[in-house]
């Protein structure tokens, strides 16, 4: 934990967030630091999701004062390991487990309150005071047991088609949000506006589910009430997230963004249509928390030492042989939110460059190297070879993909654990060489290495953080 709050009488995120819009407590905190002092970094996956973001949030937020989630919803699975123990993520910031840090979920994000409250009540029963550091928008767009009806139904009627979602409503919310219908936190608030709306939404979702998918509608009633039994609890958590952020911005904080899914499922920059619903991009981070793009000064972009891809689309490293079978029983490739086996490969430096040059990222963190372990050759993606020729930087959808060749380079493997090590010289020297490759071939700095799930299983060659100043709490 950093040094700047008084644990003694409160938290320290929630001690920050007194005084901010949306807070119920009265005493505001004193503006002890200029605006510089601390900094703004979004971590994001630079893949096709499931890097081991969650581990390196988590793991930052030893000098973090608020994490913030700003788009996609309960597809998203973070794992974090502490002493053995497992937490899986999917709404809730991964700062949750950190006493005193601050975490906020966006406007960007879309909500389900079932979802968010059975994650909620999981980690109150382990003693997590969630309500003293959890705050949400009232912007954030609501996912509706109708959105998850339609997202199931459109894949079963997609067949051999189908993008292989999450089933968790996700496009379907994202599509109301864009088509200026979608309900939102605050008008769980006021139950005649909630009825209304949720009235025209449930006609046109029935409406699609019994004539075009030919399926189950869902009950107006059973929705309504359902929800509002949500409000009262959710009324207590919403705050203005991106004045919230300025204040502490302000006040010198460092503030982290936690990316959900990876670069290559952005809806407009991924694998189009193998895409989430979302930006998943470090500028979703802007919009998606109301906090102006100027503001933040780094991007850490997280990247397994291999690649995986849970769904359809494209994967031109994919492994279909013994390789990719072991790569996905040795590193556990099975998802955190459907549980389905991941899709492995080798490293895709082509699919990273595009992440690099969409999110300018500033450094990498590299994950499940000791993965690697007991292999003999190491295969690294330098180039795609199709129909037009050499390409050195992915394409940006699906189309251009098709009939894409990987180039490899081929580097030894090292044939000894690396797993929990944490210096980079206690690394064998082909992991050294190989983490050095990768560096020279991306031209980004590795700042984190990871050789473990648990938090404390890495290598920081530079903590994006430096160790924070009392910042004053006003309590
Ligand atoms: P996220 O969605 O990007 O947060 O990643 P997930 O949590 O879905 O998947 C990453 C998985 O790898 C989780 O099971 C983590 O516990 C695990 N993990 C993270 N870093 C490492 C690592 O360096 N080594 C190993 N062996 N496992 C890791
Ligand atoms: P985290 O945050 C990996 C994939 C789904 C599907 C596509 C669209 O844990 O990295 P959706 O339900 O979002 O409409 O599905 O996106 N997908 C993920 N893959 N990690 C995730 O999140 C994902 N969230 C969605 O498998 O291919
Ligand atoms: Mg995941």
Known sequence: ????ADPARSPRGADLASGVAGSHRKTPPSVVQGSSLGKCIVVIGTQWGDEGKGKIVDLLTDRAHAVVRFQGGHNAGHTLVLNG???????????????GVLCLIGNGVVVSPPALFEEVDTLVAQGIPVFDRLRLSPAC???????IALDQARELAWGTRAIGTTGRGIGPAYEDKVARRALRIADLFHRERLATKLGEA??????????????ATVSFRETLDLYLGYAERLERLVSDVGKTLKDLRDRGANILFEGAQGSLLDVD???YPFVTSSNTTAGGAATGSGFGPCYIDQVLGIVKAYTTRVGGGPFPTELLDGMGEHLAVRGS?????TGRKRRCGWFDLVALKRAIINNSVSSLGITKLDVLDELDTIRVCVAYEGPSGRLEVAPTGAEDYAAQEPVYEDLPGWHCSTLGLRSKESLPRNAQAYIDRIESLAGVPVSLIS??????????????FAPPLPIGTGA
């Open 269 to 271: 920059l991924g694998t």
């Open 333 to 337: 490739e099975f998802g955190a939110t």
């Open 451 to 464: 050789t473990g799930a648990e938090r404390e299983e890495t290598i920081v060659l530079e903590h994006p």
């Open 1 to 4: 934990m950093c040094p700047i």
């Open 85 to 99: 123990h497992k937490t899986i993520l999917h709404l809730v910031p991964a700062g949750i487990l950190r006493d």
């Open 202 to 215: 449930l006609d046109f979702h029935n409406f699609l589910l019994k004539h075009y998918f030919r399926t």
């Open 141 to 147: 767009p609501l996912i509706l047991p109708s959105h």
